[in-house]
Nanobody
Protein backbone atom coordinates (compact mmCIF):
# COMPACT_ATOMS: atom_id res chain seq x y z
CA UNK A 1 0.00 0.00 0.00
CA UNK A 2 1.38 3.39 -1.00
CA UNK A 3 1.41 6.14 1.60
CA UNK A 4 1.54 9.84 0.81
CA UNK A 5 2.20 12.22 3.68
CA UNK A 6 1.66 15.94 3.16
CA UNK A 7 3.10 18.73 5.25
CA UNK A 8 3.66 22.46 5.08
CA UNK A 9 0.15 23.85 5.24
CA UNK A 10 -0.85 26.65 7.55
CA UNK A 11 -2.16 30.17 7.87
CA UNK A 12 -0.61 32.93 5.78
CA UNK A 13 -1.54 36.46 4.81
CA UNK A 14 -2.47 37.34 1.26
CA UNK A 15 0.64 37.86 -0.82
CA UNK A 16 2.63 35.41 1.26
CA UNK A 17 4.18 32.06 0.41
CA UNK A 18 4.02 28.46 1.55
CA UNK A 19 5.71 25.29 0.41
CA UNK A 20 3.86 22.00 0.62
CA UNK A 21 5.68 18.68 0.70
CA UNK A 22 4.44 15.20 -0.13
CA UNK A 23 6.60 12.30 0.95
CA UNK A 24 5.84 8.98 -0.75
CA UNK A 25 6.50 5.49 0.54
CA UNK A 26 7.47 4.39 -2.96
CA UNK A 27 9.97 5.57 -5.57
CA UNK A 28 8.16 8.51 -7.10
CA UNK A 29 9.39 8.18 -10.66
CA UNK A 30 7.63 4.80 -10.75
CA UNK A 31 4.30 6.66 -10.79
CA UNK A 32 2.86 7.85 -14.09
CA UNK A 33 2.32 11.24 -12.52
CA UNK A 34 2.06 13.04 -9.22
CA UNK A 35 0.08 16.11 -8.46
CA UNK A 36 -1.61 18.44 -6.05
CA UNK A 37 -5.34 18.90 -5.82
CA UNK A 38 -7.36 21.16 -3.58
CA UNK A 39 -10.87 21.28 -2.23
CA UNK A 40 -12.49 24.37 -0.79
CA UNK A 41 -15.64 24.15 1.36
CA UNK A 42 -18.69 23.47 -0.77
CA UNK A 43 -16.63 22.97 -3.92
CA UNK A 44 -15.39 19.99 -5.88
CA UNK A 45 -11.82 18.83 -5.67
CA UNK A 46 -9.77 20.38 -8.44
CA UNK A 47 -6.37 19.82 -9.98
CA UNK A 48 -3.81 22.45 -9.05
CA UNK A 49 -0.57 21.12 -10.52
CA UNK A 50 0.76 17.92 -12.03
CA UNK A 51 4.19 16.53 -12.86
CA UNK A 52 4.59 13.44 -15.01
CA UNK A 53 7.24 10.76 -14.71
CA UNK A 54 8.98 12.45 -17.64
CA UNK A 55 9.04 15.78 -15.84
CA UNK A 56 6.30 17.55 -17.78
CA UNK A 57 4.32 19.96 -15.61
CA UNK A 58 0.80 21.24 -15.91
CA UNK A 59 -1.03 23.89 -13.91
CA UNK A 60 -4.55 25.12 -13.52
CA UNK A 61 -5.10 28.57 -14.98
CA UNK A 62 -5.83 29.98 -11.54
CA UNK A 63 -2.32 29.24 -10.24
CA UNK A 64 -0.14 29.63 -13.34
CA UNK A 65 2.77 31.93 -12.67
CA UNK A 66 2.29 31.72 -8.90
CA UNK A 67 2.70 28.02 -8.03
CA UNK A 68 5.51 25.66 -8.96
CA UNK A 69 5.49 21.88 -8.68
CA UNK A 70 8.80 20.07 -8.36
CA UNK A 71 10.18 16.79 -7.13
CA UNK A 72 13.24 15.37 -5.43
CA UNK A 73 13.63 11.77 -6.57
CA UNK A 74 16.30 11.05 -3.97
CA UNK A 75 13.88 12.00 -1.19
CA UNK A 76 10.78 10.53 -2.89
CA UNK A 77 9.14 13.88 -2.29
CA UNK A 78 7.06 16.24 -4.42
CA UNK A 79 6.75 19.91 -3.57
CA UNK A 80 4.33 22.69 -4.32
CA UNK A 81 5.80 26.15 -3.93
CA UNK A 82 2.97 28.64 -3.60
CA UNK A 83 3.73 32.35 -3.99
CA UNK A 84 1.52 35.42 -4.12
CA UNK A 85 -1.19 33.56 -2.25
CA UNK A 86 -4.75 34.82 -2.44
CA UNK A 87 -7.73 34.25 -0.13
CA UNK A 88 -9.32 32.14 -2.88
CA UNK A 89 -6.41 29.69 -2.57
CA UNK A 90 -7.80 28.67 0.82
CA UNK A 91 -8.54 24.94 0.72
CA UNK A 92 -7.43 21.53 1.83
CA UNK A 93 -4.57 20.49 -0.45
CA UNK A 94 -4.17 16.83 -1.32
CA UNK A 95 -1.21 15.03 -2.79
CA UNK A 96 -2.02 12.51 -5.52
CA UNK A 97 -0.01 9.78 -7.18
CA UNK A 98 -1.31 7.71 -10.03
CA UNK A 99 -0.47 4.43 -11.64
CA UNK A 100 -2.21 3.28 -14.80
CA UNK A 101 -5.33 2.15 -12.95
CA UNK A 102 -4.91 3.31 -9.36
CA UNK A 103 -4.98 6.72 -7.69
CA UNK A 104 -3.38 7.23 -4.30
CA UNK A 105 -4.23 10.15 -2.01
CA UNK A 106 -2.69 11.77 1.00
CA UNK A 107 -4.69 12.85 4.02
CA UNK A 108 -4.65 16.52 3.04
CA UNK A 109 -3.18 19.65 4.55
CA UNK A 110 -5.08 22.86 5.25
CA UNK A 111 -3.98 26.09 3.63
CA UNK A 112 -5.69 29.25 4.83
CA UNK A 113 -4.96 32.64 3.28
CA UNK A 114 -6.22 35.65 5.17
CA UNK A 115 -7.04 38.94 3.48
Amino acid sequence: QVQLVESGGGLVQAGGSLRLSCAASRIIFSFNAMGWYRQAPGKQRELVALITSGGTTNYSDSVKGRFTISRDNAKNTVYLQMNSLKPEDTAVYYCNARDITINYWGQGTQVTVSS
